[in-house]
T-cell receptor, first 113, second 111 residues
Framework: NAGVTQTPKFQVLKTGQSMTLQCAQD?????MYWYRQDPGMGLRLIYY???????DKGEVPNGYNVSRLNKREFSLRLESAAPSQTSVYFC????????????FGQGTRLTVV | GQQVMQIPQYQHVQEGEDFTTYCNSS?????IQWYKQRPGGHPVFLIQ?????EVKKQKRLTFQFGEAKKNSSLHITATQTTDVGTYFC???????????FGAGTRLFVKA
């Protein structure tokens, strides 16, 4: 039982490159989230998905796109990476209807040079 | 939209001192959750409070949910170096479907 799996764990990109961060959960939860956490700072919500096929912008969506491929998977895409997107990215999931806590992936440490 | 504010942003304490972080929501919450993130790690669930005025304890940690279900606090008695990390509160608006996290309080404990 893996819980929430994020890939990759580390990534270095050049400015302007694109990449997709993958997230998969095996907890049968409806809600999935993408957050970014800058050094010494809190979590900022990028995008949220309440269920398969639906996504909503969070606090800092600019420069990102998401795709809720199915109930298990929620990917985050950077089309043209910028140094300001250097951060740690966390995927999380919770079961809103079941009033459960949020489970986080291990994080992706992204550096844009 | 719903906002969850958390103070202080940082707290430095001497080992053995107490520590408290406070969480306030702009709207009534159906629940409040608390998480701990160790340095270099990911947030991990500590506890959930659901009832108005609820108080729960986990060893040296005491969690409270306000009567109006709009505020909460986490109190650590006699901090230890193992308490170092960032503590987040998170709440869901009554009737809402999204969990909103506070900005977190980063705790530093000096031995």
């Amino acid at each position: 039982n893996a819980g929430v799996t994020q890939t990759p764990k580390f990534q270095v990109l050049k400015t302007g490159q694109s990449m997709t961060l993958q997230c998969a959960q095996d907890m049968n939860h409806n809600s999935m989230y993408w957050y970014r956490q800058d050094p010494g700072m809190g979590l900022r919500l990028i995008y949220y998905s309440a269920s398969e096929g639906t996504t909503d912008k969070g606090e800092v969506p600019n420069g990102y796109n998401v795709s809720r491929l199915n109930k298990r998977e929620f990917s985050l895409r950077l089309e043209s990476a910028a140094p300001s997107q250097t951060s740690v990215y966390f995927c999380a999931t919770d079961g809103v209807a079941m009033n459960t806590e949020a489970f986080f992936g291990q994080g992706t440490r992204l550096t844009v040079v | 939209g719903q906002q969850v504010m958390q103070i202080p942003q940082y707290q430095h304490v001497q080992e053995g001192e107490d520590f408290t972080t406070y969480c306030n929501s702009s709207t009534t919450l159906s629940n409040i959750q608390w998480y701990k993130q160790r340095p270099g790690g990911h947030p991990v669930f500590l506890i959930q409070l659901v009832k108005s005025g609820e108080v729960k304890k986990q060893k040296r940690l005491t969690f409270q949910f306000g009567e109006a279900k709009k505020n909460s606090s986490l109190h650590i008695t006699a901090t230890q170096t193992t308490d170092v990390g960032t503590y987040f509160c998170a709440g869901r608006e009554t009737g809402g479907f999204k969990t909103i996290f506070g900005a977190g309080t980063r705790l530093f404990v000096k031995a």
